[in-house]
């Protein structure tokens, strides 16, 4: 092409000046450009399914593609996009895109528009690319993202089928799950998941995809609130690819009481050849936020058998174990480790676990009263985010050996850096009183803060055990009251009252319609359990006693719930087995004021 002189220098100017800004691009995000249009606002955001592949400037332009004009006519796009004026530039930039065919020059207008935050804009610039360059993945996915961020889901259909027939087999769980991901933010989640369903409708009957597929539908129903919709999902997609872990993982999600066909999915699930590990441990977190510590400490046993090379599973049966007192288990457990520990290539998670088994293994030490050995645990934790817990269970061990004076004062000299640190050194006192008896110590310190802060219901049910302990029973009742006003889903505070009422023998009615209300609130507590068989013992039902007590004990082998069992079955005549259970109870815990109450009442030596 032959140009007069002044046309051709200036073509040569542009090249130079182009190279220039992309340059310049590397190293400067381009400034934020006023808004063009009232259009809906939306940010620049990745690709509407998987990334693709860019390059690594967007901005920059390969000059051999480009004629004099084109170079001219991008170059004065990109000094108007950065100038001040976006939407001269992002139409000289599209004007150019479309002549040349180029994605890289479509890209750029689509990330001028979203930079000035006109959505509108952004879709036309990605339509205009998918109709030069059909064949492009990154204009649908352009194009995908732009419709959901501007919530027009209902035309997402078409793209989204073109996005999954285009993806390899082989990457489509993938897809699956950032597909869940992107259309979860949509805000008619309804719309969301029944577009999402209709794009997949030939993945969810194909049995190679329809796990992945129907796990997808289902968590987007389960967005929507639509959790029986998500629990068929889960069903479907596991009948059709019972080795998916799609579906069991949206069934894990799923379990509840109330939705008591979602835990056999997860069960079917790890049954099969092809679980993974992770699956079994997810499983064994959520038995343990149901309080099935049984159930979860067998899940986390087969798993240390299969594979017991894995740090994590030890960790988590050794806190379970520990907590059921089960100490030399525990102690075996969180040995087995901390050998294994180094092997874990996430440094945050090593130190998160290892601070985790030092103080487990400083509890354990200190049940058996070897309080140097557990001082030596304590003095290992150097996270800084662990080291206020750490020196207040030191400050306990000080306590323990009758040094309440020094142990408070450690409590106090420690930092507070937060709020909640100033919280955390308040409550660790008020703790360290009331393990030495110092009732009254706590009973103010208590009163006084809940003075400051009258509706924090913590303190108030703090308040209420300590005046229990003081038998100050009428101040307790208040107190719970009070909570149960401020919080009337509080399982505590009914489980509390009730519990007080029917240890005293008084209002037994009224107490066992309290605990009722807590065991509403939380079934699978085993705690509030064994009040309910407490209070039913008391009212002189032995059977049901028996029968939920039993059961409470066989989900939790508290010290406690051992000695109200014991008496059950003591009073009923079953006295080898209460025997058996106390001595139980008096291996875990000989300390337990409960148990040694009993057994003294009952003139039980064992």
């Known amino acids: ?146 419709l959901i961020a501007l919530n027009r889901i209902g035309e997402t259909v078409e793209p989204l089928r073109a996005e999954i027939a285009a993806t390899p087999q082989v990457e489509r769980p993938f897809l699956m799950a950032v597909i869940a991901r992107n259309y979860s933010r949509a805000t008619d989640k309804k719309l969301a998941a029944s577009v999402v369903e209709q794009a997949l409708t030939d993945e969810l009957k194909n049995p190679a995809t329809a796990g992945a597929a129907w796990g997808t539908v289902g968590r987007l129903k389960l967005a929507a609130g639509d959790t029986a919709g998500a629990l068929d999902a889960a069903i479907k997609g596991q009948e059709m690819d019972p080795s998916s872990e799609g579906p069991a993982l949206l069934a894990l999600e799923l379990m509840d009481p109330s939705q008591p066909q979602a835990e ?128 207040v269970r030191r400050a306990s061990l000080l306590a323990r050996q009758g040094k309440l004076p020094q142990a408070r004062e450690l409590v106090r000299s420690l930092p507070e850096r937060t709020p909640d640190e100033k919280r955390e050194k308040f409550l660790a006192e008020v703790q360290l009183l009331r393990d030495a008896k110092q009732y009254q110590a706590a009973y103010d310190m208590l009163g006084q803060a809940s003075a400051s802060s009258p509706t924090d219901t913590d303190l108030i049910y703090d308040q209420a055990m300590v005046a229990e302990k003081l038998n100050r029973l009428d101040d307790m009742e208040r107190l719970l009251r009070k909570l149960i006003e401020l919080k009337p889903d509080n399982q505590n505070a009914y489980n509390a009252l009730g519990y007080s009422l029917a240890d005293r023998k008084v209002r037994l009615e009224e107490a066992r319609t309290l605990i009722q209300k807590a ?59 209460a025997l058996s259970i106390w001595k139980e109870a008096n291996l875990a815990d000989a300390d337990n004021e409960t148990l040694q109450e009993t057994l003294k009442r009952l003139r039980v030596k064992l």
């Not at 967007?58 to 051999?64: D, F, G, L, T």
């Not at 017991?308 to 520990?322: C, D, K, M, N, R």
């Not at 030092?358 to 030490?365: D, H």
């Open 519 to 577: 065991v509403q609130l939380a079934p699978d507590d085993p705690f509030i359990a064994d009040s309910l068989g407490w209070v039913e013992f008391r009212l002189g039902n032995t059977t049901e006693a028996t029968r939920i007590l039993e059961d409470a004990y066989k989900r939790r082998p508290d010290p406690e719930i051992g000695a109200h069992l014991g008496e059950v079955l003591w009073t009923a005549g079953q006295r080898d087995r």
């Open 264 to 391: 056999p999915i997860v069960k079917r699930y790890l049954e099969g050849a092809k679980a993974q590990p992770e699956m079994r441990i997810a499983y064994a977190r959520v038995l343990v936020e149901g309080r099935r510590y049984a159930d979860a400490t067998a899940e986390l046993a087969k798993l240390t058998a299969a594979k017991p090379e894995l740090p994590e599973p030890w960790l988590l049966l050794g806190s379970l174990q520990a907590q059921a007192r089960q100490d030399a288990a525990a102690e075996a457990s969180l040995r087995k480790y901390m050998s294994l520990a180094e092997s874990q290539r996430d440094q945050d998670a090593k130190e998160r676990g290892l601070t985790q088994a030092y103080l487990l293994m400083a509890q354990l030490s200190e049940r058996r009263k070897d309080f140097a050995a557990a001082d030596s645990w304590l003095a290992r934790i150097d996270n800084s985010d662990d080291l206020l817990g750490a020196q």
């Open 1 to 146: 092409m032959n140009l007069p002189l002044r046309r051709s220098r200036l073509a040569a100017a542009a090249l130079t000046a182009l190279v220039a800004l992309a340059a310049q691009a590397q190293t400067e995000p381009p400034a934020p450009a006023a808004p063009t249009s009232p259009a809906p606002i939306i940010q620049p955001a990745e690709p509407a399914v998987t990334p693709a592949a860019a390059p690594a400037d967007k901005s920059e332009v390969q000059p051999s593609a480009l004629t004099a004009d084109l170079f001219y006519e991008v170059l004065m796009g990109e000094l108007n996009a950065r100038g001040g004026d976006p939407g001269g530039g992002y139409s000289l930039i599209l004007d150019a895109a479309r002549r040349s065919r180029d994605d890289k020059l479509f890209q750029r207008a689509v990330e001028i528009a979203l930079q000035s935050r006109s959505g509108d804009a952004a879709l036309a610039a990605a339509r205009a690319w998918k109709e030069s360059v059909p064949d492009s993945r990154d204009a649908r996915r352009f194009e995908l993202q732009i």
